[in-house]
């Protein structure tokens, strides 16, 4: 790989990562906008928008290539509606003031696909990743035993996530085909969903103010274009070394709950979340051990 290719991947997925970490601003805009609306109009234009990317830079052949297979298509059909609730849930997150859950989820993804990688693809974990897993389990146990409660929220965007990695992973479909036959699958639904709520405040577009339709447009260029950024990433620089900038997007959420939203940080988030960050660094620490030995 070219020295210039290599630092335009480092570029793209720095850029991917913070995307998705300023992400929640975007959604606090139109936090008048019920979660399932904004789910829907997030459906709808990122159909339209990368549909309207590859006109320019091609990829219909490989999106018919899919289409003729039955398999994948069916994979890409689950696909579909785990990521569906993945948005929902994080979109439902950042508007009810739980960006600390969905920045807690987003930390624990990474451990819990080491484990998805151990159970479904065969591969044996290293010690320190046992060790790392075992930290992170022991902070949600903690805050179980100890508070009574259970980061749900968390586990549930840190699975739906895992789990679409895990089933995109299967099918080996690239970002673009894969994303733009997604959408085309859950388009019907929300189509039909919006037509069907037309009578509700913000659902019709032909009434909303131009500012809103705008920003529920919009939903298809913050979805798309740090998918895009990944995907070139990820074509450029290993996985290995793309995996040290998965925690830039949690990392600003984090920093966002906290400081612009006033999120409350007690004393049961701050110990999973010292646990899940133990975890990490201990995970981290094993990664940059394997590269430099490898």
Not at 1 to 16: D, F, H, T, V
Not at 160 to 177: C, E, P
């Amino acid at each position: 790989m070219p020295e210039n290719e290599y630092r335009k991947g480092i570029l793209l997925a720095i850029s991917a990562y913070c995307m998705w970490g300023v992400a929640p601003l975007y959604f606090k805009l139109i936090h008048q906008v019920s979660p399932t609306e904004i789910l829907l109009h997030r459906v709808i234009w990122s159909f339209v928008f990368m549909v309207i990317i590859m006109l320019f830079i091609g990829g219909f052949e490989k999106v018919r290539q899919v289409l003729k297979q039955p398999k994948q298509l069916l994979v890409l059909c689950l696909t579909s509606i785990i990521i569906a609730a993945n948005w929902l849930i994080f979109i439902w997150a950042v508007n009810n003031d739980h960006l600390l859950d969905a920045s807690l989820g987003y930390f624990i993804n990474p451990l819990l696909n080491v484990l998805l990688g151990m159970v479904f693809l065969g591969e044996r974990l290293r010690k320190l990743q046992w060790f790392a897993v075992a930290l992170a389990s022991a902070g949600v146990v903690i805050q179980l035993i100890s508070f009574g409660s259970i980061p749900i929220v968390s586990l549930a965007l840190a699975g739906t996530f895992g789990a679409y990695a895990l089933m995109r992973k299967k099918v080996n479909v690239d970002a673009k085909s894969g994303l733009l036959i997604e959408t085309a699958i859950l388009m019907p639904v929300a189509l039909i969903y919006l037509l069907s709520t037309l009578d509700t405040a913000s659902a019709n577009m032909a009434t909303n103010d131009w500012q809103l339709n705008l920003m529920l447009i919009a939903a298809g260029i913050v979805t798309t274009i740090p998918l895009l950024c990944f995907a070139g990433a990820a074509v450029r620089i290993p996985l290995s070394i793309l995996g040290f900038f998965q925690y830039i997007g949690p990392s600003i959420m984090f920093i966002l709950a906290i400081t612009l939203f006033n999120e409350p940080f007690d004393i049961e988030k701050s110990i999973t979340f010292g646990f899940i960050w133990c975890a990490l660094l201990v995970f981290t620490f094993d990664m940059a051990y394997k590269r430099k030995s490898a």
